[in-house]
């Protein structure tokens, strides 16, 4: 699952993404502003930390998120091929909006972090109207030759979609049945991507606070409230700073904000959730591991997130919840007490679950 990480220039969108991913980008990365720079980010988790404090395993495995930072987004960027290929490819978009005041960084006009959402959701809904008004163009000249009920489908389908456009919601909001969503997958509309929205404030004293008070602060809970919409506030100043302690240094410096976590680590975890996944875990002496896999989905499927074997011949799911584990101690006082349970394949995994898959193979 990849996040794009979007937003006008000089909001601190680089610093983010490497920050984010621990990339170190060369000089010559900086010089071409268009070109997209992927990177994996490790989901934080308490959970699976405790878990391996039980286990001291040999190996510890986190869940991860991928974040491709992007370039400058804006309608010139929006009618370049690659970068829009590179826009397409994401599963969901992080929108860096700028908060922090800087005289040392340029910005364009005031700073006004509602103006700048809805100047960005407008580039990503013409960018689609376009897409949509030529893709209606091409089925009117093929319906003339000949009518398929698949191509009346689409064509009412679009119709619809170019009103929703027209109207300036983005295609997220637009309530599309599970078929339509399929048929139209393949046009990856920028504007129907999840997003979240980033706002990036300045350092002050009450950090903790202002990061707490940002999305209602800068009037952005009503775009956060919507359908496939979130939003967190993060410090990118403060943020730059931690990623070059050590976990020690880091919690006495959070701490002296009245912080308890880092925004990053909120952000990673918004960002999950936005996406729609959460967490299995296989723990054992050999490694404990975080499995990501989409909400709602099947043991069967989930054994598949693991090896593909395990799908295959998939026979029970022996499954308990992570806190049970850790207050019986151990896997065996789980089963005297009751509380490791072996489930069928259509058991819906649920987030937190530590699960052993046994199998046939």
Known sequence: MKTGIIGLPQVGKTSLFQILTKAHLSSSAHANPREAHVGVAKVPDDRLDRLAALYNPKKLTHASVDYVDVGAIGQDALKESAYIGHLRQVDALAHVVRVFDDPAIPHVG???????????????????LGQVEKRLERLEKDLKKMKTPDLEKEFELLKRAKTHLESEKPLREMQIAPDDKKRIRGFMFLSEKPILYVLNIGESTALGKELEEAVAK???????????????????????????????????????????????????????????LISFFT????????????????????????????EKHFIRAETIRWDQLLEAGSEANARAKGTLRLEGKDYIVQDGDVTHIRHSG
């Open 218 to 276: 800068y009037k952005i809970a009503d775009a956060a409230s919507r359908p496939n919409s979130g939003a967190t506030a993060i410090c990118g100043k403060v943020e730059a700073e931690l990623a070059e302690m050590s976990d020690a240094d880091a919690a006495e410096f959070l701490s002296s904000y009245g912080l308890t976590e880092s925004g990053l680590t909120r952000l990673i975890r918004t960002t999950y959730q936005l996406l729609g």
């Open 283 to 310: 723990a054992g002496e050999d490694e404990c591991r975080a499995w990501t896999i989409p909400a709602h989905t099947r043991a069967q499927e989930a054994a598949g997130a693991i090896h593909s074997d395990l």
């Open 110 to 128: 005031e700073i006004d972090p509602l103006r700048d959402i809805k100047n960005v959701e407008f580039d990503l809904m013409v960018s689609d």
